[in-house]
């Protein structure tokens, strides 16, 4: 009962109500489990195993129904986007930087953020508080009843009436804790916790104060929050230059999702991090740490829209046609596509344009059918395997997009498209009109006699879409008719017999209303031009900066955007490098008012 009262007394005396995931340029998303930054760009929808298909198929996007919308900027202003001060922890950061500081895992065997209310934009309410409060209480009780995890906190013994020790870790694991050295007032309002332990507690003793000081630092706001507080403005400015120890918190929460780790604090604390050059030299290091591979990968599923209730985990298909298919290989069709983006990221060391390039597949025993491979060759891990680099290079070519954007007995060349189209190269179609997505697929006949033919007839019945569809929406997906389906290679159609067709005119970039066409044969020469495509390296770079920076594509980023692409477009500039340079933009160091 003492405990409670004084955790009121404490959290109403200091908390200052952040804002998870709002860090100016608008209102963003709720992050999820799988660390969403708060940009919420809407997905596509996938054909199931019946007749009907979505004549748009683009997801939510901004733009007005049926309008064309270019991500390219015709003019670009750039600038520092207005930020929040006080941004409260993610459930995921909260996760990870409990595991960072404590090294604890789960709480009453489940996952730490599984305590937590759901992540949301706005203020603290008091159900997201209390749940804050019994997280700190569990995490403390396990932290000290455990001679493994009880050093991360106290790295001194607990003698006489413990208080020396206990001030030390006021210092020590505060400054951790805190993200920064602590001020006088920090100090002492934790002093004062400790010299009122003995009443706080049950019995008053050191362990118990302990646990009550480690419960003190979990429910503060200065470890809740990751707060921007510098008053170093320059001269005629609204703009605010950030500390040391801020830049710290925004390189490790960027590249790690997670709290600095000592030498990133060492950096801070001696002022190291100051110049586009040291923060370069610390962004360097951190993305080779494993935990920057976690982080990258949340970047990549965001980038492909892989969410729990996104195509890529709605896949279904007519196991007549395909017997080999069964819904526990989902999983798997999604696993492989984050290893191929893992892979070519920090193994291979690669590019953009090896993205949309490479052969390299990731294959099993439950895969091989998919890429009309013997399933006797491969274990049930997967192998790196090299494919025909004229039939499937690059991440679109991999049985996990063509499976999830496709219907269940015949491919989705508006899906397809659409995803190309607006999620790759940035050029957005528009919402399709409502109840589109019900109009029956035109039957096969003697003239309509593949499946191309039948979503051309499709896209004709719609005058008023039929212009997006012929130009912008179905020409990548036309391109993609070699794969059925299940993603397997044909060249006559199933149903007929008839030859697969699959050239087209695709527009790889839109800038001032002005189209750029090329003429492409298959899939192989739709990907060589969208690795060229200067529209493809603005849309990756944008995604890039809106998810280091959490917000949802403030235009005042478009110079960072613009200096990224330009990196990209030489082709041979690294993944990694180009995730760390995210840090060197003006934006990085500085604030400004919101």
């Known amino acids: 009962m003492e405990r409670q009262h004084w955790r009121l007394v404490f959290l109403g005396a200091t908390l200052v109500v952040g804002c998870t995931g709002q860090v100016g340029g608008g209102a963003t998303g709720s992050p999820g489990a799988a660390g969403s930054s708060g940009v919420n760009p809407g997905n596509p929808g996938a054909g199931g195993a019946g007749n009907t298909v979505g004549v748009g198929g683009a997801g939510s996007p901004s733009g007005a129904a049926g309008g064309i919308v270019t991500s390219t900027p015709p003019v670009c202003t750039p600038g520092i986007p ?13 996760e990870r930087t409990i595991y960072d500081l404590l090294g604890v895992t789960a709480i009453d065997s489940a996952p730490v953020s599984s305590v937590l209310a759901t992540s949301q934009a706005g203020g603290l309410t008091d159900l997201e508080r209390s749940a804050y409060d019994t997280a700190a209480t569990k995490i403390a009780a396990q932290v000290m009843a455990s001679t493994t995890l009880r050093p991360n ?42 010299d009122d332990g003995p009443m706080l507690t049950p019995t008053g003793t050191p362990t118990e104060i ?93 980038y492909l829209h892989i969410t729990p209730n996104s195509p890529w985990n709605n896949v279904v298909k007519d196991t007549t046609m395909f017997a080999f298919f069964n819904p526990s290989i989902i999983p798997t069709l999604i696993k492989e596509t984050e290893v191929f983006f893992d892979e070519i990221a920090f193994v291979k060391k690669g590019t953009f344009q090896d993205l949309l390039t490479s052969p390299v597949a990731y294959v099993n025993k439950a895969l091989a059918p998919y890429y009309g491979l013997n399933a006797a060759s ?31 007995a015949y491919s989705n ?102 189209n750029t066409m090329k003429h492409v044969n298959g899939p192989a020469e739709l990907m060589a031009a969208i690795a060229a495509s200067s529209a493809a390296q603005h849309q990756y770079a944008k995604k890039l900066v809106s998810f280091a920076f959490e917000r949802n594509g403030n235009a005042a980023d478009c110079g960072t955007v613009n200096t990224l692409a330009t990196s990209i477009a030489a082709g041979n500039y690294p993944l990694l490098n180009v995730i760390a340079d995210v840090a060197q933009a003006d934006a990085f160091r500085t604030r400004a008012v919101e």
């Open 82 to 94: 207005g930020t929040s001060q006080i941004t409260r922890l993610t459930n995921l950061q909260y």
């Open 153 to 194: 906190f106290l790295k001194c013994t607990l003698t006489g009436d413990g208080k020396q020790c206990l001030y030390d870790t006021i210092t020590q694991f505060g400054r951790r804790a805190f993200r920064r050295p602590l001020a006088a007032d920090d100090i002492a309002r934790m002093r004062k916790l400790v």
């Open 210 to 302: 302990a646990e009550l000081l480690l419960y003190g630092f979990l429910v503060s706001p200065s470890f809740l929050q990751r707060n921007e507080l510098s008053e170093a403005q320059p001269a005629g400015t609204n703009q605010y230059t950030l500390s040391s120890h801020e830049i710290a918190s925004r390189l490790s929460y960027m590249l790690w999702g997670s709290t600095p780790d000592p030498m990133l604090d060492q950096a801070a604390d001696s002022g190291q991090l100051s110049t586009p050059a040291q923060i370069k030299t610390q962004a360097m290091r951190m993305v080779a740490d494993p935990k920057a591979r976690a982080r990258i990968s949340e970047f990549h599923r965001e």
């Open 378 to 408: 491969f274990t049930d891990e997967l192998k790196a395997t090299t494919l025909d680099a004229a039939q499937r290079p690059g991440f679109l070519t991999r049985a996990g997009f063509l499976n999830a954007f496709a219907a269940g």
């Open 413 to 514: 060349p508006i899906k397809r498209g659409a995803f190309v189209m607006k999620d790759v190269l940035g050029i957005d179609p528009g919402s399709p009109p409502p109840g589109v997505e019900m109009t029956p697929l035109p039957e096969a006949s003697t003239t309509v006699n593949t499946n191309r033919k039948r979503f051309e007839a499709l896209s004709a019945l719609a005058s008023n879409c039929m212009s997006c569809h012929v130009t912008y929406i179905n020409p990548p997906g036309y391109a993609l008719e070699a794969f059925n389906a299940a993603g397997l290679w044909q060249t006559t159609e199933s149903f007929s017999g008839a030859p697969i067709d699959t050239s087209a005119d695709v527009v790889v970039e839109r800038i001032d209303g002005q």
